[in-house]
């Protein structure tokens, strides 16, 4: 039974650092100016706001708050939704806030949303956001069970050069 439950652990232990080092490597391979992929898994704790966590080039915490949230009244399209979000990853020296506005399909749950960091690492890199909207009876891997979250790509560009 011990070595049962030896080997167990082992397992546990192989397959955590199995999910994980590729992560860190990334994140610690990421020069200072090159394009960087952060994925996200999210979902709404009390509207506005949103937490979860964050992986690919940058692991670390996810917060957020949606600061305009407007659906079309058009039936004729399709349930649009204009959004207007603050995006925050918090990951020590590599911690960033983004500023994105877009819109999403409440049809197909995918978003696009664009905008800019305005805050700490990377500051005034452009920044281009796709996610899905994952329903609550699937869900997301880490998030509260039966609740909606959402998946995507935080997409990090150059910060641009000074021009004289």
Known sequence: MRNSHNRLRRAALAAAVALFLPAAVS??????????????????????????????????????????????VNPALNGIVRLEAVYEVQAGDRSLTALIRGGSNNVTGAAVLDGVILAGWRTGAPVHVTFETIPGATGCLGAPIGVTCFQGTIHVGRVPTAKN
């Open 27 to 72: 994140a610690q391979n990421v020069s200072a100016d090159s394009p960087l992929d952060i994925t996200f898994t999210k979902w709404i704790t009390a509207y506005p706001l949103m937490t979860g966590f964050t992986a690919g080039d940058v692991p670390g915490v996810f917060a957020g708050e949606v600061l305009q949230r407007q659906v079309t």
